[in-house]
């Protein structure tokens, strides 16, 4: 009925084929796609037909403005993702979920949008530095408390001077700059709590 | 700007801005159905450009956040986004 002529057809076949690849993906990862399936086929074949439209996986629950630069913030997986599966358990569209709403021990249900106000107006020259487009929002205080607590001394880089924590996977070593570990360390499965500061 | 619109029960102007690939406001517009009640959508998605940015500019007057599903009743009160409680209260 709302759908343009122009569209071009997505299949059932191909969205069922991205389906696979990228739960495979994501498990290989430690991510997980929500389990409800004809949810997540839902959005897999708004992400083709995004694809269709404007060339890249635009977010199916954002209104991409069309222009690659513009949008890479909102490519999926976009860069809210992992902060909104710590803080809600699921990412905005829901496409991506935490264990614990696999467990059918929390619901996915709609969440605050995290991408800056000055993107979502599609203003191209918001500043890529300024606070708001800062991925993570975290506790500044904690950090600061968690920085002055982690090893390094006075070897150059200077860790307080960092725009993201470090984290270290104790079972691997998988390194990654972000304001909390991940869920499981994507190289080897460990779990959240197996990370330690590390910068 | 043209409204599709979906029969139903009057319960006074229910406008609903969603976009074609979102499954949330495809939960909204099941959920409408479902309660049979009359309204109209946009899928702003389908817009051409200039169209698109009035209707960003109207749902922003609303939902600061600009998200989607976005609806409106009655020009008095809207839902951010697809809450079914919400959506059933306002909705009475």
Known sequence: MSGTTERPEVTPEEVERVFKKLDQEAESAGYHLNPDKEFTLGLIEGMLVNERR??????????????????????????????DLSEYGACFCALY??????????????????????????????????PGARPFEGKPAAQDAARAEAPGGSATPDPTD????????????????????????PICKARKERFERFL | MTFQHVEGTDKGRIVL????????????????????????????????????????KEIKKWNPDGSYPTIIINDKECVSGFDEAEIREKIK
């Open chain 1, 54 to 83: 404007y060339g890249y996986w635009a977010c199916p629950c954002r209104l991409a403005s069309g222009k690659k630069s513009e949008d890479l913030d909102i490519i999926c997986p976009c860069d809210y993702r992992d902060a």
């Open chain 1, 97 to 130: 979920v935490s264990q614990e709403v696999v467990d059918g021990r929390r619901k996915a249900r709609r969440i605050p949008e995290r991408r800056p106000a000055e993107k979502l107006s599609g203003a191209s020259e918001a500043p890529a530095e300024s």
């Open chain 1, 162 to 185: 960092l725009r993201y924590p470090v984290w270290r996977c104790k079972v691997c070593g998988y390194l990654c700059a972000r304001d909390g570990p991940p869920e499981v360390c």
């Open chain 2, 17 to 56: 801005y969603s976009l074609s690939t979102c499954m949330w406001c495809r939960m909204a517009k099941n959920l409408l159905r479902d309660l049979g009640i009359g309204y109209e959508y946009i899928d702003v998605d389908s817009l051409q450009a200039e169209e698109k940015d009035a209707v960003k």
